[in-house]
Structures are given as structure tokens and as C-alpha cells.
């Protein structure tokens, strides 16, 4: 549940919840919703079978890849009701899936949690950038996904408009 909060509460844009009702379908993260029963042809050995009705809970999936801080995302988080063979499911979805959760990861498990938020979110673009160009019809697009995903408060500013706030101060 902390993990929760920590999503909705933390420097990035809020996730949006998405909710599903409808035959069981939503993995959590790839299987539907199961459990773990004995098996009654072979002694000893357990399978699993799909639940009838149960609650099931999977935190957001991630990995490391290169390092301990090259933090890859995986699934969203899930939480799922099923009752015979329907299922209602929410889902934490942010809008830039892995451009939000990889830089949201680094924040909340490689940033220092006894400096300041802005300090944090300053280590998190300096140490774990999300600056990527891409080519459509021959036309490249320098992307600042930081600019997206954090709240406006904590974006980083550009030149413009750090020029822009430094004037307005002096002349007030």
C-alpha cells in the first residue's frame, strides 16, 4: 500500500487509474489470476488452476540491466477481483509508460531520501537522463521526457525560461 501512495504523492504527474470489468483477462502481470492447489494425479506435485474468486495485488515490474541503477519497467501495477470468471481490474497507468516508471524508479530507489524533493529530482535528470531524439519521415524530434512526466513545478527549466524569471525578479 505505501507503494501506492508513494506513486501519487512523489514529484512525477499522478498516474491514472484505469479500471476494467468484463471476463477475466488482465494478467497480473502474465498469468490471469491463480492459485496454487495440489495435485490429485500426482502426489507431491502442486499446479495451478484459476481462481474462482480471490484478490490478487502485483507492484509495478521492473528489472536492473547493466548496473544496480539502470532500472528497466516491465508491467504496471494491478489490482484485481475475480468472481467467477469476471474480473474487475485497476491499473496504475502513467501516460508515458517507460519513460515515467524508469525515471520514477531511479527517484524513489537511487536518489538520497534525506535531501530535499528538488535536490532528488535534480539528481534523477543529471544521473538518469530521458533525452531521446526519434525519426519520423525524415524528420528528427529531440524529446525531454522529464518535461512531460514531472510536475510543473519540478520541471527542469530551460534557458528562456531561466532568463525570463531572472529579469521579471529584478524588475519587480
Same mark, same amino acid.
Given at each position: 500500500?505505501?507503494?501506492?501512495? /508513494? *506513486?501519487? &504523492?512523489?514529484?512525477?504527474?499522478?498516474?491514472?487509474?484505469? !479500471?476494467?470489468?468484463?471476463?477475466?483477462? +488482465?494478467? @497480473?502481470?502474465?498469468?490471469?489470476?491463480?492459485?496454487?492447489?495440489?495435485?490429485?494425479?500426482?502426489?507431491?506435485?502442486?499446479?495451478?488452476?484459476?481462481?474462482?474468486?480471490?484478490?490478487?495485488?502485483?507492484?509495478?515490474?521492473?528489472?536492473?540491466?547493466?548496473?544496480?541503477? /539502470? *532500472?528497466? &519497467?516491465?508491467?504496471?501495477?494491478?489490482?484485481?477481483?475475480? !468472481?467467477?470468471?469476471?474480473?474487475?481490474? +485497476?491499473? @496504475?497507468?502513467?501516460?508515458?509508460?517507460?519513460?515515467?516508471?524508469?525515471?520514477?524508479?531511479?527517484?524513489?530507489?537511487?536518489?538520497?531520501?534525506?535531501?530535499?524533493?528538488?535536490?532528488?529530482?535534480?539528481?534523477?535528470?543529471?544521473?538518469?537522463?530521458?533525452?531521446?531524439?526519434?525519426?519520423?519521415?525524415?524528420?528528427?524530434?529531440?524529446?525531454?521526457?522529464?518535461?512531460?512526466?514531472?510536475?510543473?513545478?519540478?520541471?527542469?527549466?530551460?534557458?528562456?525560461?531561466?532568463?525570463?524569471?531572472?529579469?521579471?525578479?529584478?524588475?519587480?
Amino acid at each position: 500500500m505505501r507503494e501506492l501512495i /508513494d *506513486y501519487f &504523492f512523489s514529484p512525477f504527474v499522478r498516474p491514472k487509474l484505469k !479500471f476494467y470489468f468484463g471476463k477475466t483477462k +488482465i494478467g @497480473v502481470p502474465y498469468f490471469y489470476p491463480r492459485k496454487l492447489v495440489k495435485d490429485p494425479e500426482k502426489p507431491g506435485y502442486q499446479k495451478f488452476v484459476t481462481k474462482k474468486i480471490g484478490f490478487d495485488y502485483c507492484k509495478l515490474g521492473w528489472k536492473t540491466k547493466w548496473d544496480n541503477n /539502470d *532500472y528497466r &519497467f516491465e508491467w504496471s501495477p494491478v489490482l484485481s477481483f475475480v !468472481f467467477f470468471g469476471f474480473q474487475l481490474a +485497476i491499473i @496504475v497507468q502513467a501516460k508515458e509508460q517507460d519513460h515515467y516508471w524508469m525515471p520514477w524508479l531511479y527517484y524513489h530507489k537511487s536518489t538520497d531520501k534525506n535531501k530535499p524533493i528538488g535536490e532528488r529530482v535534480k539528481d534523477c535528470i543529471e544521473n538518469f537522463p530521458q533525452t531521446w531524439t526519434r525519426t519520423v519521415k525524415d524528420k528528427s524530434e529531440t524529446i525531454d521526457y522529464y518535461q512531460l512526466i514531472l510536475k510543473k513545478k519540478w520541471r527542469p527549466k530551460d534557458l528562456n525560461e531561466k532568463r525570463d524569471f531572472k529579469l521579471n525578479s529584478i524588475l519587480k
